[in-house]
């Protein structure tokens, strides 16, 4: 499984996801993130990201681990 590796910074931002449709929430995440996982091929890689990417991998990560975005939301819509 990947695991962040590296974060700085914060940004909030609205999130939904396909999992819950039609709900969306206020979700305060690292704004730059550094992500470490293995590709196809059991190589090891290493992705960064910016502002909506960095937000994404981290909404994925969490799936990973059980988390669902309204867990963490400050606010539900």
Do not use: W
């Not at 190589?43 to 937000?55: F, N, P, S």
């Amino acid at each position: 499984n990947p695991a962040l590796i590296k974060s700085e910074g914060s940004e909030q931002g609205t999130e939904g996801c396909l999992s819950i449709p039609g709900v969306y929430g206020e979700v305060e995440r690292y704004s730059n993130v550094t992500v470490e996982g293995l590709n196809r091929f059991g190589k090891k890689i290493q992705i960064e990201g910016t502002g909506l990417l960095a937000r994404a991998l981290q909404h994925e990560i969490d799936h990973l681990e059980g988390i669902l975005f309204i867990e963490l939301a400050k606010t539900i819509c």
